[in-house]
């Protein structure tokens, strides 16, 4: 767990595996941040664990920075 215990926020796109029927999250930027769950709740807990991980090893490099989620209306 981090030394410094204050809170950061990540955003999180999630999407429902069509197969599996799970939810399917990932932080955009952050390599190794995905992780699923059968529900919200679930799903959250599981990322929420991965993110507390990879921080362990430091401030890992971004890919890329998140920046929005447009939706686009099409006839």
Do not use: C, W
């Not at 429902?16 to 995905?34: E, K, M, N, S």
């Not at 890992?60 to 989620?69: A, C, H, I, Q, R």
């Amino acid at each position: 767990m981090r030394k410094d215990r204050s809170l950061r926020a990540f955003p999180v796109v999630v999407e429902r595996d069509p197969q599996t029927q799970l939810l399917v999250g990932h932080v955009p930027g952050r390599p190794g941040a995905h992780s699923q769950g059968a529900d919200t709740e679930e799903l959250i807990y599981n990322l929420r664990e991965v993110i507390e991980m990879l921080l362990e090893d430091g401030e890992p490099e971004l890919e890329s920075e998140f920046v929005d989620v447009q939706t686009i209306q099409v006839a």
